[in-house]
């Protein structure tokens, strides 16, 4: 790829500037849309664009807008910036070096549901990023794009960021929501959805930094220009955060559909000192371990074509493991995070990573049977399908494909044979 | 008397502006950063202001402290030094850093150093997992990252904040 579409800050120095920013074109797409467009063909346009949330569930944008009632007000819209998911680490660039890009989405979307005023939740580890973004939005109201009467029209819209403080759960939406006002991050049964009953109760659209800051550029360009990217049920580019066993780790924006191999070997520079690639997660911890066949290596990044090889794109966090990794040690380390992460509100979760970490342990540390390999995968099933929200499903994901695909690793540490 | 709200009336309009006037109590959060900030940890007289400020339970405030782990309740280092050693971290050598670093610390994690002034914590994914091994520093109102560190340029992390202390400390005395 020439140009980069979201990672624009890689081909323009100092686009976080605001000058350099508006002078490549920044805020044309706002202001067209403000004074020229009716919401509802803001709305057409991002659906007819196949645009999919970035933030994992690959939910089409437009639709997830389209559900928003027009007989209840205020609207809100509220960014998911608190990036959490180990491997993942692609808004966190976005918002450090491209921030207006990701405030102009932000805004767009804003004016799409009619929303005046609305949020960025930022994990309370991004202070930093925070703290830039607030002082960006201070910029913005007074260069007149953010406020009351934006461009002599009625629309009026304020911009805050709410910092989080350390709680993977608040990435799920209603947990999220539950912490902006002022709870404990715990999911909300649903329905009602956000949508319809998000923020204080009115309806409410939650779209993740990545998702938002691609609406400038297809506003600006259209959606015959954002469909050339990526394939036709996952159109567009994506950043793929690349981590594990590689020699060059980092974000790579790449179009969707590009391919595992071109990911690892062409862009990422291979496993380190030659060792032999073992699996993948495509989509951070919360992954199903993927055997890396030739055939793995060769399917396409793209929600459609990782599902079929039994995993999920997710929010693309390729993390990669070599035949040095063992996977009943990968399951542990895992397992260790949803434990901590788990808010504790549905009993299968808070019990299932508690009772999942103490076998995993037993078996890291020699001291387990073949059986409790069974066990352990028995206590993995039982969670699935019985929680609120994705957390507790996706704890049992690396643990039961791990058993399921490496077994042998596994019965390497039981019955005394440990290492 | 309110000791937040008189140590820092301009800061708490500014967060209170933020949130619809009748949902308050989403100003917990912005508060609790704000109240530790100064001591290092959320105090019971903070937990009081900040109750009164968004009229809800004292308890109710304390659950939220609890519950997230970026706010502490008791005086722990003045800098908690957190190494983040999740998958993608581990598989860059972050158990290893840790683990010489505590050593090299003469401290086990979780453990104030004999000055007071750091606690080694390991924490969750950081967002920085490209750049293993890493920390944050989160103490005295900023929390900064620092990333593709050895224990060598760790240590020195650690002794610049010392003399900053230290010339804090001679500047107050």
Known sequence: MTEYMLLRHRDIPDLDQLKVYTKNGGFEAWKNVVTSQEPAELVQLVKDSGLRGRGGAGFPTGMKWSFVPNNLWPHYVVANADESEPGTFKDREIMESNPFQFLEGLMIASFAVQANVSYAYLRGEFWQVGQKLEQKIVELEKAGFLGDNLFDTKYSLRLHIHMGAGAYICGEETALLESIEGKLGQPRLRPPFPAVAGLYASPTVINNVETLTNLPPIVQNGVTWFREHGTEKSPGVKVFSLSGCINNPGNYELPLGATFRQLIYELGGGIPEGRAIKAIMAAGASSA??????????????????????????????????ETVSMSW????????FKHESCGK??????????????LDRIEDGQASANDVDLLSTVARQMQNKCLCALGEFSTMPVVSSIEKFRGDFLARVDGQNR | MNELLTKYPQEIEAILAKYPPEFKRSAVMPLLHLAQSDPGYVTVQALQDIAEICGIAITEVGSIVGFYTLYYDKPLGRYHIQVCTDLPCALRGADKFLRELCERLGVKVGEPTADGLFVIEEVMCLAACHRAPMFQVHGGGDLVYHENQTVETALAVLDTLRQQVALEQEGKA
């Open chain 1, 346 to 359: 549905c009993t299968p979760c808070r019990e299932g990573t508690y009772w999942m970490a103490h076998i």
């Open chain 1, 289 to 322: 371990l993927i055997p890396a066949t030739d055939a793995a290596l060769d399917t396409p990044m793209d929600y459609e074509s990782v599902a079929n090889l039994g995993a999920s794109l997710g929010s693309a966090s390729v993390i990669v493991l070599d």
């Open chain 1, 330 to 337: 990968l399951a542990q380390k895992t397992t260790h995070f």
